[in-house]
Nanobody, 114 residues
Framework: QVQLVESGGGLVQPGGSLRLSCAAS????????MAWYRQAPGKQRELVAV???????FYTDSVKGRFTISRDNAKNTVYMQMNSLKPDDTAVYYC????????WGQGTQVTVSS
């Protein structure tokens, strides 16, 4: 049974930082493409960052230079360091694991507000 458990969300002031973690179980983690998506109220879920099994990385334009995705295959965990956070980054952040189909975590709320 695949499980993806996110943690690290919370309330932060504009300009602050958070580090999200996603611990995976039930999969051969090193073979999976891992990604972070987010969904703001009233908006569609959007791709934020991807890290492939080979270590290739992609970011959506709005987070380039501010967010950093990484993975630790020994710990079956993917991370996303989020710096210089803006109110527009407020959303529920979801971890995604894909090999042949998508697996999702339950999401973690990130709120950027003064």
């Amino acid at each position: 049974q695949v499980q993806l458990v996110e943690s690290g969300g919370g309330l932060v002031q504009p300009g602050g930082s958070l580090r999200l973690s996603c611990a995976a179980s039930g999969i051969l983690f090193k073979f999976y493409r891992m990604a972070w998506y987010r969904q703001a109220p009233g908006k569609q879920r959007e791709l934020v960052a991807v890290i492939t099994s080979g270590g290739s990385i992609f970011y959506t334009d709005s987070v380039k230079g501010r967010f950093t995705i990484s993975r630790d295959n020994a710990k079956n965990t993917v991370y996303m360091q989020m710096n210089s956070l803006k109110p527009d980054d407020t959303a529920v952040y979801y971890c995604n694991a894909r090999l042949t189909y998508d697996n999702w975590g339950q999401g973690t709320q990130v709120t950027v507000s003064s």
